[in-house]
């Protein structure tokens, strides 16, 4: 189980919305804005038969980011 002076990825995990089936996780560094990036657990997952990714601030725990992907003729897209 991984800690960074902070949450650890299960304390993270638990903060996602219970209906997503998690099937991988990472810490990633994100983007937050234009001038600053947060450090974060990053969920993949799926619901409903869709695909999301969700962020957990390892620090605060709060959800930072959640992304669905959307597959389309041009390619996949986030939003």
């Known amino acids: 189980m991984e ?3 902070g949450l650890s990825s299960e304390e993270a995990k638990q903060k996602v919305n219970g209906n997503i089936q998690i099937e991988n ?4 560094i994100i983007p937050i804005g234009t001038s600053s990036e947060v450090l974060a657990y990053e969920f ?3 619901y409903n038969g869709e695909t ?3 962020y957990v601030d390892s620090q605060s725990g709060k959800e930072v ?3 669905k992907v959307v597959k389309t003729t041009e390619g996949t897209l986030l939003m």
């Open 3 to 5: 800690r960074i002076s």
């Open 25 to 28: 996780s990472r810490l990633a």
């Open 44 to 46: 993949v997952g799926e």
């Open 52 to 54: 999301y990714y969700v």
């Open 65 to 67: 980011e959640i992304f």
